[in-house]
């Protein structure tokens, strides 16, 4: 279904990220990874992805905090594999501080992660897209980019802010063969909500377990935490033809969390 197509999927060393490259590469994509990471834990996600899924897979440590990395990570795909046409920026961080104690440069990163980042990549993908009339720029948002929790005043703002930028970006590109579009994964497990499960279980002296149906049951009905594998099924219909006219809008994945 995507053999031919070149997929960027930034913050791909982990998790959500790592589960949508699988789930490109599984369907022909060739992918660029990007993510930071021990570099031979990486290259075995790498290797891994290219043997098992007879694609070409290549990594960049681009740090998307950085502008002019961001760029290069998308200039670095197109020199290596001569196109992109799918560009997954799921990159993001969280931080959380009530917002008077909020340490200022943490506001900075986050918005720069996973809001400036996606801005950087879709400006610099664009043009090559526009030359061939195809592409797919999907923007890994949250529930969070819908309502708010306390203490996530960057991480909110962030999301909510490329739910914005998804419309602006798939309104200009309404007339071509490229789409925008965001996903709102309620609780994934991942290693950055294994991090706010750990602070539960210290703060209340709870187990792994016991914290990890507290986070759940605060916010998300099913109970269940929603699976990176899911997400990247999600992806691959954004992708295909029957999502043509998906334009500048967000799907939620969160178990039933926004629906309350
Ligand atoms: P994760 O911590 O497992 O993965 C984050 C990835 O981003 C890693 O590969 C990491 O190396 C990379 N990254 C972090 N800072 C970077 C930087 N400066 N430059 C380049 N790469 C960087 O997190 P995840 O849970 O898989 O989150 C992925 C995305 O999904 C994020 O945008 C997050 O906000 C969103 N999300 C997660 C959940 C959840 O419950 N896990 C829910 C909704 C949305």
Redesign the pocket.
């Known amino acids: 279904m995507l053999k031919g197509k070149v997929a960027v999927v930034?913050?791909?060393?982990?998790?959500?990220?790592l589960g949508i490259a699988q789930a490109l590469a599984a369907k022909g994509a060739d992918v660029m990874l990007?993510?930071?990471?021990e570099p031979a834990e990486i290259e075995k996600l790498r290797a891994g992805i290219a043997e098992t899924h007879k694609v070409r897979a290549a990594y960049n440590g681009?740090?998307?905090?950085k502008p002019a990395e961001t760029r290069g990570l998308i200039e670095a795909t197109i020199a290596q594999f001569g196109r992109l046409d799918i560009l997954v920026n799921?990159?993001?961080?969280?931080f959380v501080s009530p917002v008077e104690d909020f340490p200022e440069e943490k506001w900075e990163q986050v918005l720069s992660?996973?809001l400036s980042a996606a801005f950087y990549a879709i400006k610099y993908a664009l043009p090559g897209m526009k030359a061939r009339n195809w592409g797919r720029i999907i923007n890994?948002?949250?529930?969070?980019g819908l309502v708010a929790s306390i203490n996530k005043s960057a991480y909110v703002a962030a999301k909510h802010g490329i739910l914005g930028l998804t419309k602006v970006v798939g309104l200009e590109t309404a007339e071509t063969g490229i789409t925008a579009n965001a996903i709102c994964?309620?609780?994934?497990l991942?290693?950055?909500?294994q991090k706010q499960i750990d602070a539960i279980a210290a703060r209340k002296g709870i187990s792994n377990e016991e914290a990890s149906r507290e986070l759940l049951s605060e916010k998300q009905p099913s109970k269940q935490f929603v699976t990176p594998e899911q997400l990247g099924e999600l992806v691959l219909f954004l992708c295909s033809d029957a999502a043509s006219n998906l334009r500048g809008t967000s799907l939620s994945m969160d178990g039933g969390w926004t629906a309350q």
């Open positions: 930034t913050g791909s060393t982990s998790g959500i990220g990007n993510g930071f990471g681009a740090d998307l905090s799921n990159a993001g961080i969280q992660i996973n890994i948002a949250s529930a969070h994964p309620g609780w994934v991942t290693p950055l909500v």
